[in-house]
């Protein structure tokens, strides 16, 4: 059965299309796009990428700052839409309220790609990642995990699954060359009277592919995020947030 939610809890959905390039974007070639992006994402300005590096030498450790090339950062005027680009990846962030897959968040994908595609020579893709930040406020305390979740917390049966704090990931393959990374952890409650739990999870796809192809992968790693979600809760999580079949 599949389900939609009229109270979804996604804080933010982010996807990130990295490129295969002869070599990184300048900032001048990032700089571009910022006319192509100043009528939907109106708030924009350019950051400089940094790192560290470690350096180990007779005397100790030295870490040394180092710049990689500028971010270009662009907002709607809400500050709920975000396209960002760099040196070799485009970033698109949906945060709250999200509007769905269908409905907005695949399409922004799909335009601010051809938008970077139509001004800068990309030869193709070499990873599409899809991550979904689930903030989940629950109206008990302590919490108790059985209530709400369909999978049990991976301590021994003698240590009771409620409250407590408690972080967690756990990686693996997943058919058709994808890996995910399911992530979860208490979080302080926005209020008294609830428990807070962060759901956070990535689905990765790694190889090579053209700008044609990439309709079909971001199909693929779109597909496990809503049935993970919807796995992790039972009808009470369900019923909280609104599920209904579709």
Not at 169 to 195: H, I, N
Not at 204 to 229: M, N, Y
Request: hydrophobic share 40%; charged share 25%; with cysteine.
């Amino acid at each position: 059965m599949k389900r939609r939610y009229r109270l979804p809890p996604i804080l933010e959905a982010v996807c990130e299309i990295h490129f295969e390039l002869e070599s990184p974007f300048t900032s001048e070639q990032i700089a571009l796009l910022e006319p192509v992006w100043k009528p939907s994402y109106p708030l924009i300005q350019t950051n400089e990428e940094k790192g560290v590096q470690f350096q180990i030498g007779i005397n100790g450790v030295e870490v040394k700052d180092q710049t990689s090339g500028k971010r270009l950062v662009a907002r709607s005027e809400d500050g709920t839409r975000l396209a960002q680009l760099s040196n070799g990846f485009l970033a698109v962030n949906q945060l709250k309220p999200y509007p769905g897959w269908k409905e907005s968040f695949r399409a922004a994908i799909h335009l601010r790609l051809k938008d970077v595609s139509d001004h800068l020579p990309i030869k193709g893709v070499k990873e599409i990642n899809l991550r979904y930040i689930d903030r989940l406020d629950f109206p008990q305390v302590p919490l108790k995990w059985p209530d709400w979740f369909s999978f049990n917390l991976p301590v021994p049966t003698v240590i009771p699954s409620i409250g407590g704090k408690f972080q967690f990931q756990f990686e693996r393959e997943l058919e058709g060359g994808l890996v995910v990374v399911f992530r979860f952890a208490a979080v302080d409650p926005v209020k008294a009277d609830c428990s807070s739990v962060m759901l956070d999870t990535t689905v990765f796809w790694k190889g090579s592919a053209s700008l044609e192809e990439c309709t079909d992968i971001l199909e693929r790693v779109h597909k496990p995020q809503s049935s993970i979600f919807d796995e992790s809760l039972t009808d009470q999580s369900r019923d909280l947030f609104g599920a209904y079949s579709v």
